[in-house]
């Protein structure tokens, strides 16, 4: 049987000869006749329809070539759980055909796709209008509340309409609830836009340093100056450039880098080098980043701050309350304002790349399926939707009539040890905005982190202090409890009025294009390895109930992956609550006012079940006043938890078995996977 392409049907023939003679019949000359006169018919009756109709359609997936693409409002009547009913489904993009009705196919191998924006959002209906609301009391420029009280709730607002884009040609189209952004970052994105590699001829047009990520500004330093300092002259500031950018192993490639990159380049001059000492170098950038020209610079929004922590009692003799308790100051906590980060980030001229709204991304195929839900961004996840949602319900600022803009903040902390031999360590914590796509802030050329704070150490001062004060040295428990402090301590320093403020009531910030928003930063995510996370949660590691997000049990700990494992998690979920605050403060009274151990029986007897420890939690003191679950903030570390964790160990423990059964299994592995 061969397929005709004339009458459309299989004919009992073999080989092209036999077609060929099947083709020249009058049995299938008059079939394709009937045919093109069919599809004639149909296209002039298309053609006709849409004359009839007009420019005006607002369907969604038109074919008019001309004007911007169209929008309808979708009703949200049902309610949001309603929200896949809701949407109207788009005609699929209609193929292009002959005159005789042929339908016109590229060959796949010509196919040659490129990357693809949404449509661009060219109209922007009227914002939905408010109902007026008692004004808020206005708080001064400067002064913020030390004790922060609920919000009132607002008054039953109508959910806003649904705005629906055009499906592109891949079949994806959004799904915005309420008015359409005043900015589109996919408008004017090109193929360079996709591409950070030195191989590729394309044009870079990065408006960031690497030094915007540390707070400062494009134009603070000349660029004659930022090259050379604090070193002496060009020459110095490449050669020591070069050995602190290099490896530890000096390599063929290493020293491919030092001829290139050092003494190959125009402005080196041997003369230069004349006395030079490189301990006399390594002294000069050492004073360079303790002065007054550091990059850790007051203006631009770094502080030194300090921190204090109750020290636990040693014994039950003495009495007294924790307010009375010695407290030892740990100092060198180096830190930003996240308000300060939050402006610095939105002013910046790579703020035109963040997405002002949220909204769902769905794809329609060519068939009469439904649209699927499609996942990827921050900016498309439904928790960034109901943060926006709840930002546009909220009472109006005022005399505020500014477009209302979510800032959701991605953390991220992973303490680094910096040297193969010796101490020297660093706990660094990240900011990037969700805004953002994640296709710009992967490039390492994007510098889209933003360093919040340098976490310190506990000293090794603190069994001098610890004795001096009892008498005796801390035991490990206690060591690890300090530990546990420092670290809420310095978060309760970050997570300030300030911030809590702008939490509630937004920041009024001139964004790069010149037009005044009110930004609502909002916390979203968390992300750091597990012992970490633990510490950051306020649980034991390792304890009778590991999980920082729900209490399972360590012994059913081998059930993971299961129907009743997924279960279990979603029953025991951790929730925090201000009977949880009490059972808190309860345990540090039995460690402060009777003396009893921090791993004692009488805190284990309240706090064991499900592995808490006797300390305050800084997100939960935030966060628990405008009724967020702190455990929600914190989420898994791909790198450290699965990658470098998990799959590491099991790949570990699958070579030990293969090394036990002997014979050449090691070698098939090898051969396999290597």
Not at 120 to 146: D, E, K, M, W
Not at 343 to 355: E, I, K, N
Not at 577 to 590: D, K, M, P, Y
Not at 635 to 654: A, C, Q, R, T
């Amino acid at each position: 049987m061969v397929w005709c392409f004339l009458c459309k049907k299989d004919v009992p023939v073999s080989g092209s000869r036999g077609l060929r003679c099947h083709q020249s019949s009058k049995r299938c000359q008059t079939a394709a006749a009937e045919f093109r006169s069919h599809a004639l018919k149909k296209r002039i009756a298309f053609r006709e329809a849409e004359n009839t109709e007009g420019p005006a359609q607002d369907n969604i997936g038109s074919t008019s070539s001309g004007g911007p693409p169209a929008f309808v409002e979708v009703s949200t009547a049902a309610g949001p759980d309603a929200e896949q009913e809701d949407i109207e489904i788009p005609s699929p993009i209609p193929s292009v055909y002959t005159r005789t009705g042929r339908q016109v196919r590229r060959p796949r191998k010509l196919a040659d796709f490129l990357p693809h924006t949404l449509l661009p959002l060219h109209l922007r209906p009227p914002p939905c209008p408010r109902p007026p609301v008692s004004p808020a009391p206005s708080i001064t420029a400067g002064q913020y509340p030390s004790e922060r009280q609920p919000s009132p709730t607002p008054p039953p607002t109508p959910l806003p309409q649904k705005v629906q884009t055009e499906v592109n040609e891949f079949g994806l189209f959004r799904v915005y609830s309420g008015a359409l952004p005043t900015h589109d970052p996919e408008d004017n994105k090109t193929i360079d836009d996709y591409c950070d590699s030195n191989n590729l001829p394309v044009t870079q047009n990065h408006t960031s340093g690497p030094l915007a990520t540390f707070g400062h500004s494009h134009d603070a330093r000349e660029p004659t100056e930022t090259t050379t300092i604090p070193f002496p002259n060009k020459t110095v500031a490449l050669l020591m450039n070069w050995h602190y950018t290099s490896s530890s192993t000096k390599t063929a490639q290493e020293l491919d880098r030092l001829v290139h990159e050092v003494i190959c380049h125009d402005d080196f001059n041997r003369d230069d080098l004349r006395n030079f000492r490189a301990s006399r170098e390594t002294k000069r950038m050492d004073n360079f980043i303790e002065g007054p020209a550091s990059v850790l610079l007051g203006s631009d929004g770094w502080k030194k701050g300090s921190v204090s922590i109750a020290l636990p009692r040693a014994d039950s003799k003495n009495g007294g309350d924790e307010s009375s308790a010695p407290r030892f100051k740990v100092d060198d906590v180096w830190h930003r304002s996240i308000i300060d980060i939050v402006v610095a980030a939105w002013q910046d001229p790579t703020s035109s790349t963040y997405h002002l709204r949220p909204y769902h991304l769905f794809y329609k195929g060519g068939d009469d399926r439904p649209p699927e839900r499609v996942y990827g961004e921050a900016y498309v996840s439904d928790l960034f939707m109901e943060m926006d949602t709840e930002i546009q319900m909220l009472p109006p600022e005022p005399g505020c009539t500014l477009e209302r803009i979510p800032s959701p903040l991605m953390l991220w902390s992973d303490s680094t040890h910096l040297t193969n031999f010796g101490m020297a360590s660093m706990w660094p914590i990240y900011i990037q905005l969700a805004n953002q796509s994640k296709d710009v802030r992967i490039k390492p050329t994007a510098f889209a982190s933003h360093h919040l704070a340098y976490l310190p150490s506990l000293p090794d001062t603190l069994q001098d202090y610890y004795e001096t004060c009892f008498g005796k040295h801390a035991s490990s428990e206690t060591v690890t409890h300090c530990n546990r402090e420092l670290m809420q301590e310095i978060w309760k320093l970050l997570l300030d009025d300030k911030f809590a403020h702008a939490y509630e009531h937004g920041l009024v910030i001139k964004c790069w294009d010149g037009i005044s928003r009110r930004i609502y930063p909002r916390l979203l995510t968390y992300s750091a390895d597990y012992k970490e996370k633990a510490l950051l949660v306020s649980i034991k590691h390792l304890g009778k109930c590991p999980c920082p997000l729900c209490e399972t049990p360590m012994d059913v700990i081998p059930e993971v992956g299961t129907t009743r494992d997924s279960e279990r998690r979603k029953r025991l979920a951790r929730k925090d609550s201000e009977r949880h605050q009490l059972t808190i403060e309860e345990a540090r009274r039995f460690i402060f006012e009777s003396g009893a151990p921090v791993s004692g029986i009488g805190v284990g007897r309240l706090l064991d079940p499900t592995s808490h420890v006797p300390t305050r939690n800084a997100f939960s003191k935030f966060l628990l006043p405008f009724g967020i679950n702190y455990y929600s903030l914190f989420v898994g570390d791909l790198l450290h938890e699965l990658e470098l964790g998990v799959v590491k160990s099991v790949i570990s423990h699958v070579i030990r078995i293969l090394h036990v059964m002997g014979n050449s299994t090691i070698v098939e592995f090898d051969r396999r996977y290597v």
